[in-house]
């Protein structure tokens, strides 16, 4: 079982990364340029290996 679903301390620091990609995401419009939209997935790239750090499994499911 996924430390995710296990411990309230792992849930809370993978909430915080998902939430904070999920405002980058939805502050890019079809006025974004090129480098905001790569700056954008360069950080996502950044919270996905902080998240598999705290927890593989949940890893392997957003890393897709």
Avoid: F
Avoid at 50 to 57: A, C, G, Q, R, T
């Amino acid at each position: 079982m996924s430390k995710y679903q296990t411990d309230p301390t792992t849930r809370a620091a993978i909430d915080v990364l998902l939430k904070s990609n999920a405002k980058r995401q939805s502050n890019l419009g079809i006025d974004s340029t090129e480098e905001e939209r790569e700056r954008a997935k360069r950080l996502w790239q950044s919270d996905l290996e902080l998240i598999k750090e705290l927890d593989e499994d949940m890893y392997e499911i957003l890393k897709h």
